[in-house]
Nanobody, 123 residues
Framework: EVQLQASGGGLVQSGGSLKLSCKVSGLTFENSAIAWFRQAPGKEREGVAC????????IYTESVKGRFTVSSDNAKSTVYLQMSDLKPEDTAVYYC????????????????WGQGTLVTVSS
């Protein structure tokens, strides 16, 4: 059974930083695509960042490029999302998700999801 455990959310002021973690089990971590999604109140869920550890392939949605960095620790089977220069529009519930194929694409159907962690950015 694939399990993903997201953590690290919280309240931060605009311009601040947070680091989210996603602990993954039940799949071949290095060869899987692990992605971060977010859903703000009243909005559709959107992909934020994705990484495949074996190739270090990463993708980001345009609005977070230069501010967010996705990384992985194979020894800990954990993916991180370092978020800097946070803005109120980054406020959302952040989810991590996994797919067995080693490909980062927003067209991939991610089958396994963790619970969300709330990020609130105050202005």
């Amino acid at each position: 059974e694939v399990q993903l455990q997201a953590s690290g959310g919280g309240l931060v002021q605009s311009g601040g930083s947070l680091k989210l973690s996603c602990k993954v089990s039940g799949l071949t971590f290095e060869n899987s695509a692990i992605a971060w999604f977010r859903q703000a109140p009243g909005k559709e869920r959107e992909g934020v960042a994705c990484i495949v550890s074996v190739s270090d392939d990463t993708i980001y949605t345009e609005s977070v490029k230069g501010r967010f960095t996705v990384s992985s620790d194979n020894a800990k089977s954990t993916v991180y999302l370092q978020m800097s220069d946070l803005k109120p529009e980054d406020t959302a519930v952040y989810y991590c998700a996994a797919d067995w194929a080693p490909l980062c694409s927003w067209y991939v159907k991610f089958d396994s999801w963790g619970q969300g962690t709330l990020v609130t950015v105050s202005s």
